[in-house]
């Protein structure tokens, strides 16, 4: 069955370390993963896509089918990066399921 | 460029009352339509999606219906709520087919007491 996990409800970093949100699916195929940020005070919004292979506000993501895992990355943590962050897969039908959201806490 | 509406922002409403929440899209055509719901420690439970006027499939059994009378109106609707009906309802829109991104509404905190 498809499935995201995102296994850290909470992750505190201090400003200038690097970041590494976790994430894990399950998907016969060939998976398409995103990922979306909730800024306090704003709407959900997509950060980033594995198809892009880009970087957004320093963030990057590199989906590895070995270990089924598309971890987000930031090599130095900003205050402003402070936000929920969801991982998420579509499947063939649009259905795009979320993990259950990891809230980083940029420590001063 | 392409907008989601979503109201009203916050609702309080007795236990047993209906609900309609509503979402509209401006600015796209044939969009697929999504419903979640927001939880601390859940993350985003998808409750209902559609992909066309009059097509809802439903995620989760629940004391909750979605109904697409138009094509870029998406309404979420109860006819008697439940305490455990309390969240944070959120509409999404994407282009159908393709892995689409998410584009989401404000979100409606609703209360029931």
């Known amino acids: 069955a498809q499935r995201v996990t995102q296994p850290e409800k909470l992750l505190s970093v201090f400003k200038g370390a690097p970041v590494e949100l976790k994430c894990n699916y399950s998907?016969?195929?060939?998976?398409?993963l995103f990922w979306y940020v909730q800024y306090s005070r704003q709407r959900l919004q997509l950060l980033l896509r594995h198809i892009s292979r880009e970087s957004i506000k320093g963030f990057t993501a590199d989906l590895n089918k070995g270990e089924t895992s598309f971890h987000l990355k930031k090599p130095f943590a900003q205050e402003e990066d402070s936000a929920m962050y969801y991982c998420?897969?579509?499947?063939?039908?649009?259905?795009?399921?979320f993990g259950k959201g990891t809230r980083l806490h940029i420590l001063p | 460029s392409q907008t989601i509406h979503q109201w009203p922002a916050t609702l309080v409403q007795p236990v047993g009352s209906p609900l309609s929440l509503e979402c509209t899209v401006e600015g796209t055509s044939n969009p697929n339509l999504y419903w979640y719901r927001q939880a601390a420690g859940r993350g985003l439970q998808l409750l209902f999606y559609?992909?066309?006027?009059?097509?809802i499939s439903s995620e989760v059994p629940q004391n909750l219906s979605a109904s697409r009378p138009q094509d870029r109106q998406f309404i979420l609707s109860s006819k008697k709520l439940l305490l455990s009906d309390s969240g944070f309802y959120l509409c999404?829109?994407?282009?159908?087919?393709?892995?689409?991104?998410?584009?989401f509404g404000n979100g409606t905190r609703l209360t029931v007491t």
């Open positions: 559609s992909v066309g006027i009059g097509q």
């Open positions: 998907y016969s195929g060939s998976p398409e």
């Open positions: 998420a897969l579509p499947n063939r039908d649009d259905k795009i399921i």
């Open positions: 999404a829109w994407s282009v159908r087919g393709g892995n689409s991104p998410l584009h």
